[in-house]
């Protein structure tokens, strides 16, 4: 909840974790409720779906995409800075409007990849001359028969009011993540944040067209408070899942740092909760939370650089909304 309708409450710093235990209005369309849990089957971990919204195959999302069947929200779409986005070589502009969708593919993942390079296709087609796209899946690591899937579409078209729409969608199963299938994401911005556009990626050979998608990953248990939120990277015990958080989804693969997305209680001051997570890094102190933008739907902060110095460098987005919970985007890697 944006600041002037939040009752604050302090946030749980870290040492007390330990001790007893993280200007362009974009348009939403859509998906821009909270969440909330569905029980699934018997004994099996609630699943998140978008409240008060239809997540049937269909729903809107934004610039002519929609949830493919076989697949579901995590989230709802959240407005986010263009540094965050995947393949980001803008650095000129890292604060520009951009969107980004989380979801979660359960059924015939194939099919579903290549319905959502379908939706991106035809926006490409649609914006006339300037469109362009590569599709490639590959083996995530030495070969098909040994190594998860690793998807990437890329997309840029021209738009009616002038400049370029670019588009990533990436799937892929990562180790860790609380999600039961594979994790595809859709970054857009109407700028041009993408610098090349390789045909397969990390220069493997492509998946074979005549093999099915590998299982993806038995999914992770939700941390909660005070436990890792990726167990297995350096000092995981650092990084630990903070009260009034929960993970939503863990989407890099933990080999250089963490990248996950965390929703924040309704009436919790969501900029403290992103400082404390922000001093689990235990380096040099950094800026505060800063305003990138001012959205339809919610006001977009950076908080951080914090750490560095040998160790990881974070930086938390934060997704204040006028309603419903708030959603935290933190990032810490290697400097």
């Not at 997309?155 to 009011?161: F, S």
């Given at each position: 909840m944006q600041r002037a309708d939040r009752v604050r409450r302090p946030a749980q710093r870290l040492s007390a974790v330990a001790g007893g235990l993280l200007a362009v209005t974009?348009?939403?369309?859509?998906c821009t409720a909270g969440i909330e849990t569905e029980p699934d089957s018997e004994g099996a971990e609630p699943r998140r779906t978008v409240a008060g919204e239809s997540v049937e195959p269909g729903?809107?999302?934004?610039?002519g995409f929609s949830v493919v069947e076989g697949s579901r929200l995590l989230s709802p779409v959240l407005d986010v800075?263009?540094?965050?986005?995947?393949?980001?070589?803008?650095?000129?502009a890292p604060n520009r409007p951009a969107w980004r969708a989380f979801l979660v593919v359960e059924d015939e993942p194939k099919q579903v990849w290549d319905?959502?390079?379908?939706?991106?296709?035809?926006?490409?087609?649609?914006?006339g001359e300037g469109g362009a796209s590569s599709t490639s899946c590959s083996p995530n690591g030495s070969s098909p028969e040994s190594a998860q899937l690793f998807c990437v579409e890329f997309?840029?078209?021209?738009?009616?009011?002038g400049g370029t729409r670019n588009a990533v969608l990436t799937m892929q199963s990562i180790a860790g993540d609380v999600n039961a299938g594979f994790l595809l994401i859709i970054d857009v911005a109407d700028e041009n944040f993408l610098g090349v556009y390789p045909d397969t990626p990390?220069?493997?050979p492509p998946w074979p067209a005549d093999q099915p998608f590998p299982a993806p990953v038995e999914p992770s248990t939700p941390p909660q408070p005070g436990e890792p939120l990726v167990p297995g990277i350096p000092e995981d015990e650092n990084y630990v899942l903070l009260e009034d958080s929960q993970l939503v989804a863990l989407y890099g693969d933990g080999r250089s740092g963490l990248?996950?997305?965390?929703s924040v209680t309704e009436d919790t001051d969501v900029d403290a909760i992103a400082m404390t997570y922000l001093d689990q890094t235990d380096g040099p102190d950094g800026p505060g939370c800063r305003p990138a933008f001012q959205a339809?739907?919610?006001?977009?902060?950076?908080?951080?650089?914090?750490?560095?110095?040998?160790?990881?460098?974070?930086?938390?987005?934060?997704?204040?909304?006028?309603?419903?919970?708030d959603y935290l985007l933190y990032e810490a890697h290697n400097d």
């Open positions: 974009l348009l939403m369309a859509g729903t809107p999302l934004r610039d800075p263009t540094s965050v986005l995947k393949f980001n070589l803008n650095y000129e319905a959502y390079v379908a939706q991106l296709t035809a926006d490409v087609a649609a914006g997309g840029r078209t021209t738009i009616p009011a990390a220069g493997l990248d996950v997305l965390l339809a739907e919610a006001l977009v902060s950076t908080c951080g650089p914090v750490g560095g110095a040998g160790g990881y460098l974070a930086t938390v987005i934060v997704v204040d909304r006028k309603q419903g919970e």
